[in-house]
């Protein structure tokens, strides 16, 4: 009888899960912006098909339809909105409590603030803007911009103050 009750429990959860993540048809946002780019690398269309090709190999676009389908997908449906699918204008803010302290992050397609909402830095405000031209984020600072992390493909190296660089992989 326990096995039993125990085969329950997981086909029931199971199909929770099933229909939890792929009840939604979902707007597919990265998938589209990887097809975007793809088409804006050339006007030529053998060109095109060229990177068509290499982000097929690579695989690019399996990667992008994989996340699309298991992860944001999955975050559409129960948020309502789609990380990637933000358009030039739109803004999320969000609030995080970290140790006591509570912040806001004001995110947009090319620009994070996060301002501390209460604590010792109550009032402090930092500035990371997104150059899609270099792929870097820059942090917003009093003498000009600095560089804190630039993407290569699915890795993303961090830059720390001391010029160090550590390489992370974002792939999964």
């Keep these: 009888m326990k096995r039993f009750k125990k085969l329950i429990l997981m086909a029931t959860l199971a199909a929770f899960l099933m229909m939890s993540m792929f009840g939604c048809y979902g707007s597919f946002a990265f998938s589209k912006k990887v097809y975007d780019f793809n088409g804006s690398v050339s006007g030529d269309k053998f060109v095109n098909n060229l990177v068509f090709w290499l ?95 630039t993407m290569h493909g699915d890795k993303m190296d961090l830059i720390y103050p001391s010029g160090n660089i550590l390489t992370v992989d974002v792939s999964y």
């Design 55 to 149: 982000l097929n190999v690579i695989p690019v676009y399996g990667f992008a339809g994989f996340a699309d389908v298991v992860v944001l997908n999955f975050i559409e449906f129960w948020t309502g909105s789609n990380p990637m699918a933000m358009d030039a204008g739109t803004e999320q803010i969000q609030y995080v409590t970290v140790d006591g302290a509570e912040f806001k992050l004001l995110m947009s397609n090319d620009t994070l603030s996060i301002e501390t909402m209460s604590g010792a830095n109550k009032g402090d405000i930092v500035k990371m803007n997104y150059d899609a031209a270099s792929q870097s984020w820059y942090l917003q600072q009093q003498n000009g911009p600095v560089k804190v992390a």
